[in-house]
C-alpha cells in the first residue's frame, strides 16, 4: 500500500515534467476566433430587437384607446330665433367641456401586418448574414497571421542550423589559426557571419511575437514564441465549384427585403376595415340645447380606402425594383472578383507545386557544393568569404524550399476559404 502512495506521489510531482503542450492547429484558431469575436454578440441583440418588433406588430389587431379631453370656450353659440308662448328654449353656453374615452379596433388591414411581420424576419436574417460575412473575413485575417508565424518560425529554425553549421566550421578554423596554418581574417569572417545571423534571428523572433501578440488577441489562446503550431494538410479538389461565401446569402436576402418591402407597398391602397366606439362625458352632450352635464357614447365602423394617390405607390415599386437591379450588380460584380480570386488561387497552387519538385533537387546540389567548399577552406584552398558564398547559397535554398512549402499549403487554404469551404 505504501508502495501504490509514494508511485502516486511521484506520478503527481513528475507527469508536468513530461507533459508536453499541444501544438496549436489552424482550426482550432479559426473557431476560437469566431467565438471570441465581437461582432458575435450582435446576433442575439438582433434577435432581441426582431422580439420586440413583432410584438408591436402583432398589436396592430388589438384594441387601441385613448382618453381625450377637451375645453374650448367660443365666440358665438347657435340660438333657435323663435319665441313659442309658453315654452323656453334655454341658450347654450360659450364654455364647453368634453371627457372621452375612445377604443379603436381593426378588423381588416388587407394583409399590411401579416407583410410587416414578414418583413421583420426578413431584417432579423439579413442582419444576422451580415455578422456571418464579418467572420468569414476574420477567418482570412486568421490565416494570414497564422501562416506568417509558421513561416518566421521556419526561418528561424533554418538560421540556427546554419549558424551551428558555422561555429563548427570556426572551431577548425580557429584551430588552424592558432597553428600559424590560416590567417586571422578567415577566423573573423566567420565570426561577424554567427553575429549577423544571430541578428537575423533576433529581428525574426520579435515580428514573430508581434504576429502572435495578434494571434493572441483574435483567438484567446494563450502562446508564446515557443509554442509549436502544426502546419496544416488540407485536401482540396482543384475542380470544385460549390461556392459557398456568406455574402451570396446576403445578396439574397437584400433582394428578398425588397420584394418584402414591395408586397408591404402593395397593400397601402387596399381598402381597410375598423370598429370604433367612444363614451364621454360633457357639457353639452348630443343634446346641444341642454347646458347640463351628461354622458353619451357611440360605436360604429369605418372603411378607409385611398382610391388615388397620385402614383405614390407605383413610384415606390420602381424604386424598389431599381434596388434590386443595384444589388445585381453587385452580386455580378462579387462574383467577378470572385472567380478572379479562385483562379489565382488555382495559379498559386500550380506555381508552388512546380517549383518544389526542382527544389529538392537545388538542395542537394547546394549541398554538394558547401562540402567541397568546406573541404577547401579546411586545406587553405580558399578563404572564409569564399565559403560562407556557399553556406549562404544553400541557406537561401533551403529557406526557398521551406517558404514554398508554407506558401502551397496557405495557397490551399486560401483556395478553400475563397470558395467558402473553409
Same mark, same amino acid.
Given at each position: ?12 510531482i ?8 499541444q ?36 398589436t396592430?389587431f ?5 382618453? &381625450? ?14 319665441k ?27 394583409g ?8 421583420? @424576419? ?32 521556419e ?29 586571422a ?11 549577423k ?33 502544426q ?33 408591404? %407597398?402593395?397593400?397601402k391602397?387596399?381598402?381597410r ?13 348630443? &343634446? ?5 352635464? @351628461? ?15 397620385w402614383?405614390?405607390? &407605383? ?11 443595384i ?32 527544389? &529538392? ?5 547546394? %549541398?554538394e ?54
Amino acid at each position: 500500500m505504501k508502495i501504490f502512495f509514494l508511485f502516486l506521489i511521484t506520478l503527481v510531482i513528475y507527469t508536468p515534467a513530461f507533459s508536453q503542450e499541444q501544438p496549436i492547429t489552424l482550426d482550432r484558431c479559426l473557431q476560437q476566433a469566431e467565438l471570441q469575436f465581437p461582432l458575435l454578440k450582435q446576433k442575439d441583440l438582433f434577435g432581441k430587437i426582431n422580439d420586440y418588433n413583432q410584438t408591436n406588430i402583432r398589436t396592430n389587431f388589438l384594441p387601441q384607446s385613448n382618453l &381625450n379631453g377637451q375645453a374650448t370656450w367660443q365666440s358665438d353659440v347657435t340660438q333657435v330665433p323663435i319665441k313659442i308662448p309658453n315654452l323656453t328654449i334655454p341658450t347654450p353656453y360659450k364654455d364647453m367641456y368634453k371627457l372621452t374615452l375612445d377604443v379603436n379596433q381593426l378588423i381588416f388591414d388587407a394583409g399590411a401586418t401579416k407583410r410587416q411581420a414578414e418583413l421583420e @424576419k426578413i431584417n432579423l436574417e439579413l442582419n444576422r448574414q451580415g455578422v456571418d460575412v464579418e467572420l468569414y473575413k476574420l477567418r482570412d485575417r486568421v490565416s494570414q497571421i497564422y501562416f506568417g508565424i509558421l513561416l518566421l518560425k521556419e526561418n528561424e529554425e533554418l538560421l540556427k542550423v546554419t549558424r551551428q553549421d558555422i561555429e563548427t566550421r570556426e572551431k577548425k578554423i580557429e584551430s588552424s589559426v592558432s597553428h600559424g596554418v590560416m590567417l586571422a581574417s578567415n577566423l573573423q569572417v566567420l565570426q561577424v557571419e554567427v553575429l549577423k545571423i544571430d541578428q537575423a534571428i533576433a529581428e525574426l523572433h520579435y515580428n514573430q511575437e508581434a504576429l502572435i501578440e495578434s494571434l493572441v488577441e483574435l483567438t484567446g489562446i494563450s502562446m508564446t514564441s515557443s509554442s509549436v503550431l502544426q502546419l496544416p494538410e488540407p485536401d482540396i479538389n482543384p475542380g470544385l465549384t460549390d461556392i459557398k461565401r456568406p455574402e451570396l446569402k446576403l445578396f439574397e436576402l437584400q433582394k428578398d427585403k425588397l420584394t418584402g418591402m414591395d408586397k408591404l %407597398t402593395d397593400t397601402k391602397n387596399k381598402p381597410r376595415l375598423s370598429g370604433f366606439g367612444s363614451v364621454g362625458y360633457g357639457r353639452p352632450g348630443f &343634446n346641444m340645447l341642454s347646458n347640463e352635464f @351628461k354622458t353619451f357614447a357611440t360605436v360604429g365602423a369605418k372603411l378607409s380606402w385611398n382610391v388615388w394617390d397620385w402614383n405614390q405607390k &407605383n413610384n415606390e415599386r420602381q424604386s424598389l425594383g431599381v434596388q434590386k437591379s443595384i444589388i445585381e450588380t453587385q452580386k455580378d460584380s462579387f462574383n467577378q472578383n470572385l472567380r478572379i480570386a479562385i483562379q489565382n488561387n488555382r495559379s498559386e497552387i500550380n506555381k508552388y507545386q512546380s517549383l518544389i519538385e526542382t527544389d &529538392n533537387r537545388i538542395i542537394q546540389l547546394r %549541398t554538394e557544393i558547401k562540402l567541397s567548399a568546406a573541404s577547401q577552406l579546411d586545406n587553405g584552398v580558399i578563404t572564409s568569404s569564399d565559403y560562407l558564398t556557399e553556406v549562404n547559397a544553400e541557406l537561401q535554398a533551403r529557406l526557398d524550399m521551406k517558404t514554398h512549402l508554407v506558401k502551397l499549403v496557405q495557397a490551399k487554404i486560401d483556395y478553400l476559404i475563397t470558395m467558402g469551404q473553409k
